[in-house]
């Protein structure tokens, strides 16, 4: 399965390869990004040393999109902390930087999780609330946006869905960046090559070659007559 989405990459629309990578390089990512899963694993989410940024852009996204209208603004918070890693990961894509792209996939998928967490606490509500408005008035998102859809009794099976697939997407990016690993020295071994000519010089000019074959051996015979040998082959070329 990862070797075809790998191939789905490799032969994308933009079809252009991807720019080196050392191996070195990528196994110090590698290094990162699995000592990152093994950090992560059974904590919260909110406990993370990334959740302070993902926190910023959410609630960046409630006054961004509260310009558009109450709903957009309520659905705003998660919108752009999902946007955000998913557009510069879009970017790098387009640029084929091997390192940034999967740098902002990963945790546009951390962000998953991150989500997750939030909306299994839609109804418990044991999360403290933070906002960037008058803290007399702060809701639950997602008790809100899941009230409104009417599925608030699925919120903790909703939550565990998104937070596998956060998961599954994380782990994903780290095995198709080590199967990057194989194709490294390669890549960084490729050599630009010129087109070899349909038709050599020689079979181009035959009489020019002949001239300075003759040239040639003329001077060999002749060292001390080497300018009237060079000037009397230039002039009447052997036949």
Not at 43 to 54: K, Q
Not at 100 to 120: K, Q, R, S
Not at 125 to 139: H, R, S
Not at 191 to 211: D, H, V
Request: charged share 15%.
């Amino acid at each position: 399965m990862f070797e075809s989405l790998q191939s789905l990459l490799e032969e994308s629309c933009f079809n252009r390869a991807w720019k080196p990578v050392s191996r070195p390089a990528i196994g110090a990512w590698l290094v990162f990004y699995v000592g990152f899963l093994f950090y992560a694993f059974g904590r919260s989410p909110a406990s993370l040393f990334i959740h302070s940024a993902n926190l910023v852009v959410h609630e960046g996204g409630h006054n961004l999109f509260g310009w558009f209208g109450p709903t957009l603004g309520l659905w705003g918070g998660t919108l752009l902390q999902w946007l955000v890693p998913f557009l510069l990961a879009a970017y790098f894509f387009s640029e084929r930087q091997v390192p940034g792209f999967v740098f902002c996939l990963f945790f546009f998928f951390e962000n998953w999780i991150d989500t997750a967490e939030y909306m299994a606490d839609a109804r418990a509500q044991l999360l403290p609330l933070v906002t960037t408005g008058d803290p007399e008035f702060v809701e639950h998102d997602f008790y809100r946006i899941f009230s409104d859809l009417n599925v608030l009794p699925y919120d903790t099976k909703i939550a565990a869905v998104v937070h596998i697939l956060g998961w599954c997407g994380m782990i994903a990016c780290v095995i198709w960046l080590a199967l990057r690993m194989r194709t490294a020295g390669v890549e960084s071994a490729t050599q630009i090559t010129f087109p070899k000519p349909a038709i050599s010089l020689i079979e181009r000019y035959p009489g020019r070659a002949r001239a300075a074959t003759a040239v040639s051996s003329s001077t060999s015979s002749h060292p001390r007559q080497r300018g009237t040998a060079v000037s009397d082959s230039s002039e009447q070329p052997p036949s």
